[in-house]
């Protein structure tokens, strides 16, 4: 059918063009020449985690194209986050900033506070490459997020983007946490597991997948873990310990 075959070749075309565009213009991909061509290195912020295998179980989110190495966020650059406090139960952000150097404990990431914002998670992915795109970390429910329906307390993940030499980096991502489930009485009466829902759903924004091994944080279901388990860590140092970009 020549109509379709001809609809179906223009689509391939304009996804190629797409594509090369984001490796062409990207930020880091230029930059990545040019200090190429003069010489430098980029170092990491911080020293890169020890990885250590204790027989746990960890899965990542994402991997790179025909290899088993993680989509990680570049450890050279900080990960930029901000939260939006609406609607957040009282005492709940000094468990988000724990939650998060726990999470920058475990990669050897550093976080960086962009400060209070009114953006809502998971919304304006339409931004121009290399703009500031902080993680976005917000409270809400299920009328917002459907995905809050039920038992679920928190959403997270992180997209990525092409950077330097074809590698794929994640360059923002998202938390949405349930008012419905995670209420000023649960954070009065259960602090150390609403902290955990916080570093389960930090470590789904670095890269880690479900596992099903309920001894991890990284199961689905929190039943009260709120320490992270061995395969936890060691996935977590494994997607802070990648390559700059
Ligand atoms: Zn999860």
């Known amino acids: 059918m020549p109509r379709r075959r001809t609809s179906t070749t223009f689509s391939v075309v304009v996804t190629a063009a797409l594509l090369a565009a984001v490796v062409l213009l990207h930020p880091s991909a230029q930059m990545e020449t040019v200090r190429g061509l003069i010489g430098l290195g980029r ?8 990885i250590e ?16 190495e993680p989509v990680a966020w570049d450890p050279c650059s900080p990960v930029s986050y901000a939260v939006n406090p609406a609607e957040m139960p009282a005492g709940a952000r000094p468990l988000v900033d724990r939650a998060i150097a726990r999470i920058s404990a475990a990669t050897g990431l550093v976080f960086e506070d962009d400060g209070d914002t009114d953006r809502r998670p998971f919304t304006g992915s339409l931004v121009p490459l290399g703009g500031g795109r902080p993680v976005v970390i917000g409270w809400g429910d299920e009328t917002e997020f459907p995905e ?58 670095v890269g880690l997948a479900h596992v099903p091994e309920p001894m991890e944080l990284m199961f689905a279901d929190n039943t009260g873990q709120v320490e992270l388990g061995p395969g936890d860590r060691e996935g977590l140092a494994r997607l802070g310990a990648v390559p700059c970009g």
Do not use: K, N
């Open 43 to 50: 170092e990491r912020l911080l020293p890169a985690p020890a």
């Open 53 to 68: 295998a204790r027989g746990g179980a960890y899965a990542f989110a994402a991997t790179q194209p025909g290899s088993d």
């Open 148 to 205: 809050l329906a039920g038992s679920v307390a928190g959403l997270g993940g992180a997209a990525p983007e092409e950077g330097a030499r074809g590698r794929r980096y994640y360059v923002t991502g998202g938390i949405a946490l349930d008012t419905a489930a995670l209420t000023d009485a649960a954070v009065a009466q259960q602090p150390r597991v609403v902290e955990a829902i916080v570093v389960h759903e930090l470590a789904h924004v």
